[in-house]
Nanobody, 121 residues
Framework: QVQLVESGGGLVQAGGSLRLSCAASGSIFSINAMGWYRQAPGKQRELVATITSGGTATYVDSVKGRFTISRDNAKNTVYLQMNSLKPEDTAVYYC???????????????WGQGTQVTVSS
């Protein structure tokens, strides 16, 4: 059983910062790409940032220059440092990872439970 557990969400004023963490645990053989998605009320879930196992990062245009994704492979953890937050960043943020467990032959996408980020104006 593989689980992703997020932490670090909360309420912050516009211009502030938050750091999200997502730790994968369980019978893990290997993790490929990891990433963060978000879903605002009434909107579809959107990709925010991804990072490969080698550390190559990509971002949606709306967060470039403000958000930084990173990972610690030894800890099976991915982070999202969010600076200069705007009210439009308000959403539930979900962690995603392509994980192969010790009992599987392929990588499967796993999701965390989500963490709320609210940015007040």
């Amino acid at each position: 059983q593989v689980q992703l557990v997020e932490s670090g969400g909360g309420l912050v004023q516009a211009g502030g910062s938050l750091r999200l963490s997502c730790a994968a645990s369980g019978s893990i053989f290997s993790i490929n790409a990891m990433g963060w998605y978000r879903q605002a009320p009434g909107k579809q879930r959107e990709l925010v940032a991804t990072i490969t196992s080698g550390g190559t990062a990509t971002y949606v245009d709306s967060v470039k220059g403000r958000f930084t994704i990173s990972r610690d492979n030894a800890k099976n953890t991915v982070y999202l440092q969010m600076n200069s937050l705007k009210p439009e960043d308000t959403a539930v943020y979900y962690c995603n990872a392509d994980v192969r467990s010790r009992r599987e032959s392929y990588y499967y996408a796993r999701w965390g439970q989500g963490t709320q980020v609210t940015v007040s104006s």
